[in-house]
């Protein structure tokens, strides 16, 4: 979209429809897939608890999981 804005290009639509038909997908982690242990973790409401935040290595070095995540509300995501 900033590419769009930045050029203007004469379609714009048309512009916006090529860049997401070729834009890759987002990565995804598969069973058996090691989870990226940098992801920093929010414990509590808005991560207000007096150990938050920490790095999801703090939770699952040495064990196995099932991870599931929703988006915070009111965030970009």
Same mark, same amino acid.
């Given at each position: 979209? !900033?590419?769009?804005?930045?050029?203007?290009?004469?379609?714009?639509?048309? =512009? &916006? !429809?090529? =860049?997401? +038909? +070729?834009?890759?997908? !987002? #990565?995804? &982690?598969? $069973? @058996?897939?090691?989870?990226p242990m940098?992801? $920093?973790?929010?414990?509590? /409401?808005? @991560?207000?608890?007096?150990? =938050?935040?920490?790095?999801?290595?703090?939770?699952?070095? @040495? #064990?196995?999981?099932? $991870?599931? +995540?929703?988006?915070? =509300? /009111?965030?970009?995501?």
């Amino acid at each position: 979209m !900033a590419e769009v804005l930045k050029t203007r290009p004469a379609d714009a639509k048309a =512009a &916006i !429809a090529a =860049a997401i +038909s +070729s834009a890759s997908p !987002a #990565k995804q &982690i598969a $069973v @058996g897939d090691t989870f990226p242990m940098d992801v $920093v973790v929010h414990q509590g /409401f808005a @991560g207000n608890t007096p150990d =938050a935040p920490k790095p999801m290595s703090h939770f699952l070095k @040495g #064990k196995k999981a099932l $991870v599931v +995540s929703l988006p915070g =509300a /009111f965030t970009p995501t």
